[in-house]
């Protein structure tokens, strides 16, 4: 009954004359001691549900932590792709720009080349009439060297 009255205290509610004392007063003593009781209970609840809301926190702080840190890392990751990518695309300009080199080198020497076989040419056509006394070489006629016509060009015809 005793536990009962700190939970719910229910004597002495009604005024009793003939003790001579008003129960109220009583009632608030009995509240009072009630509530030291309860304080230890009270301090125990207060501190387990404060306990409980900080490892809320700290959970809540920690999913934080790992969402920033993984984000921070995609950034880095994408950082350093972008770096890679940047490096990668530095050297193909670099091997682009000295294949083109190699390539104007290499049509330089096939413009040269062309060149000198149309001096050897030149010089064959030359040579050739410096022997035979003649003026006029044949493909300035319409031959060609191996016998053939140009485009356009018949043969004599004798009438």
Known sequence: MQSQSLLYPQSNNVVQETAGWFPVENNMLERQTEAEALQPLWEETHFIIMKEALEMERQSLTSERETFQRECAEER???????????????????????????????????????????????????????????????????????????????????
């Open 77 to 159: 990751n994408a950082f350093q792709l972008e770096k890679e990518r940047e490096r990668f695309n530095k050297e193909l300009r670099e091997q682009l720009m000295a294949f083109q080199a190699e390539n104007s080198a290499m049509s330089d020497d096939r413009k040269s080349f062309k060149i000198d076989k149309a001096e050897m040419a030149m010089m064959r056509k030359a040579y050739i009439r410096e022997k035979t006394g003649i003026q006029r070489s044949r493909v300035a006629i319409g031959e060609r060297e191996h016998g053939k016509r140009k485009k356009g060009h018949q043969k004599r015809r004798h009438v």
